[in-house]
């Protein structure tokens, strides 16, 4: 499956933003999707990910109730909606998939990537 992030751009803090994934070469409904992003000088992190069934939805403590992951099989489709964005938000975002049945926190159960999309929130 290949993957396409957009939606990226410059904000300040308390704004919001939506992130898209958009996916083909395969049957999308058949993957657990996830939602990572890198900050300069750190390491690639979790962020959300949704089991494929749809029912399973995990977040990352530090975007909880804040951030939301949600998909359209029929749209090939994921999204992460962004609110309440603070400046640690800012990374570049990444989409991603998997078909092994692993943890969905874990970035080495992904075979799949998106190129990225840069997130830069300012103060």
């Known amino acids: 499956v290949q993957l396409v992030e957009s939606g990226g751009g410059v904000v300040q803090a308390g704004g919001s933003l939506r992130l898209s994934c958009a996916a083909s070469?395969?049957?999308?409904?058949?993957?657990?999707m996830g939602w990572f992003r890198q900050a300069p000088g750190n390491d690639r992190e979790f962020v959300a990910g949704m089991y494929r069934s749809g029912t399973n939805i995990y977040y990352a403590d530090s975007v909880k109730g804040r951030f939301t992951i949600s998909k359209d099989n029929a749209r090939n489709a994921v999204w992460l909606q962004m609110n309440s964005l603070k400046p640690e938000d800012t990374a570049v975002y990444y989409c991603?998939?998997?078909?092994?049945?692993?943890?969905?926190?874990?970035?080495?159960?992904?075979?799949?990537w998106g190129q990225g999309t840069e997130v830069t929130v300012s103060s």
């Open positions: 991603a998939a998997k078909r092994t049945i692993a943890s969905i926190t874990n970035e080495e159960h992904y075979a799949y």
């Open positions: 070469g395969d049957t999308f409904s058949r993957y657990d």
